[in-house]
C-alpha cells in the first residue's frame, strides 16, 4: 500500500466543507478488490469511515483519496492500512468493523488491530470466527485466559456472557476442563418460581433460555444435546450450585446482579481444583427487592483487591448489538441522569 501526500486543499468533497488548512492524501493498494472488501459493496462503509475519522474519502480503482484535517487524515490513511491487511489474512469485513477499528486506533494508537480482531476465540460448527470487537473485549478474553476467577460488569449486549461461553467451549473442544457448567439466578423482574406453570424444569427453563441459545449458536444442536445429556455442559439455576465442589470445570454465572450476597458467596466457594469461573451481570439491571443487596456489587467491594481474581467493566462503547442499541442505552442513562437531578 502506497500513501501520496497532495499537500493542502481548499476544495469541497462529497458535499462536505473542507478547509484551506486540510490536507488531501491518495492511497493505492495493489488490488482493487482489496478496498472493496474493507469497505463494503458498493463501498456502502465509506459513510461511516467519514463519520468516525472525520475525513472526505472516496474510492476510485484501487486508490482511496482522503481530505481533511492533517492529524484526522493520518489517522484515517492507518485504518486503512489495517483494514487492508485484516483483508489479506482472511477476514470478513463488516460495517461494525470499520468503525469500531477507527475508534480503536484513535483512542489507542499504539494498538494494532489485527491483533485484537484477529484474536480468534472460538469457531463455531458453522465455521464462524468469533473474535473480539474492542480492546475491551480483547483484554476480557485475555484476563479469561490467565486467570481462575474473572467479573465483567457492564450493560447488556457488550460480549460478556457470549465471549465467556466462547471461551468455555473453546478450553473444552481444547480438553482443557472436562465440563462446562452454566448458571444464573432464577429470580427476574420480581417473579417467583412458585407462581409459575409446570414442575421445576418447566419453571426455571425460560430464565436459562438465553444460556441454551448461546451454546446453539455456538455448536450444532445436536452436538450440544449430547453433550447435555452427558452431564459435560450443565445448564441450571444458581440454586442447583448448593452444596456441589466443582472441579475440572469452566463455570459460568450470567445475570450476577440478580444473586444475593449469601448466594454469590456459595457459588464462589463451589470452585474447585483446575476450575475457571466467569461472573457476569449489569449493576444497573437489578431486579431483587429493594431490601436486598446484589451479590454482584457488594463482591466488587470486597473482592478487588485479591490477587488472582480480575474485574473487567464495560460501558456504552463496547456494545456490539444493532448499532441503534448503543444509542439507546445512552439515552436510558441521559433520561436516568436528568431525573435524578431533577429529583
Avoid at 176 to 192: N, S
Wanted: glycine fraction near 8%; charge should be negative.
Amino acid at each position: 500500500m502506497r500513501s501520496h501526500d497532495s499537500g493542502r486543499s481548499n476544495g469541497k468533497n462529497g458535499g462536505s466543507d473542507v478547509s484551506v488548512s486540510d490536507v488531501s492524501s491518495e492511497i493505492e493498494v495493489e488490488d482493487a478488490g482489496l478496498l472493496l472488501k474493507a469497505f463494503g459493496p458498493g463501498c456502502s462503509y465509506l459513510e461511516s469511515f467519514e463519520r468516525e475519522t472525520g475525513v472526505n474519502a472516496g474510492i476510485r480503482g484501487n486508490r482511496i483519496l482522503l481530505k481533511g484535517p492533517a492529524a484526522d487524515v493520518a489517522r484515517a490513511e492507518r485504518v486503512i492500512g489495517e483494514l487492508v491487511e485484516l483483508v489479506k489474512d482472511g477476514r470478513s469485513i463488516k460495517e461494525i468493523d470499520v468503525v469500531r477499528g477507527a475508534r480503536i486506533i484513535d483512542e489507542h494508537p499504539h494498538m494494532n488491530l489485527t491483533s485484537v480482531l484477529n484474536d480468534v476465540v472460538l469457531v463455531t460448527s458453522r465455521k464462524r470466527m468469533i473474535t473480539p470487537k474492542s480492546l475491551n473485549q480483547k483484554i476480557y478474553v485475555e484476563k479469561i485466559r490467565l486467570n481462575d476467577l474473572v467479573f465483567s460488569i457492564g450493560p447488556a449486549g457488550t460480549g460478556k456472557t457470549y465471549l465467556a461461553m466462547a471461551s468455555a467451549v473453546s478450553a473444552l473442544n481444547e480438553k482443557k476442563f472436562k465440563r462446562i457448567i452454566l448458571t444464573r439466578p432464577a429470580v427476574e423482574a420480581g417473579e417467583k418460581l412458585g407462581f409459575l406453570p409446570g414442575d421445576m424444569v418447566e419453571k426455571v427453563n425460560p430464565y436459562l433460555r438465553p444460556l441454551y441459545d448461546a451454546l446453539h449458536d455456538m455448536m450444532d444442536m445436536e452436538r450440544a444435546q449430547n453433550l447435555i445429556s452427558q452431564g459435560i455442559i450443565e445448564v441450571a439455576p444458581l440454586a442447583f450450585m448448593r452444596g456441589r465442589t466443582l472441579n475440572d470445570s469452566f463455570v459460568i454465572l450470567d445475570e450476577a446482579q440478580n444473586a444475593s450476597v449469601e448466594q454469590m458467596k456459595m457459588f464462589l466457594t463451589r470452585l474447585g481444583y483446575s476450575s475457571k469461573a466467569v461472573v457476569t451481570g449489569d449493576i444497573t439491571q437489578i431486579d431483587l427487592p429493594g431490601s436486598m443487596t446484589s451479590g454482584l456489587v457488594h463482591a466488587e467491594k470486597v473482592l478487588k483487591d485479591i490477587k488472582g481474581i480480575e474485574f473487567l467493566f464495560f460501558d456504552d462503547e463496547d456494545v456490539v448489538r444493532h448499532p441503534l442499541v448503543q444509542q439507546i442505552i445512552k439515552a436510558y442513562e441521559r433520561e436516568e441522569h436528568t431525573g435524578k437531578n431533577n429529583g
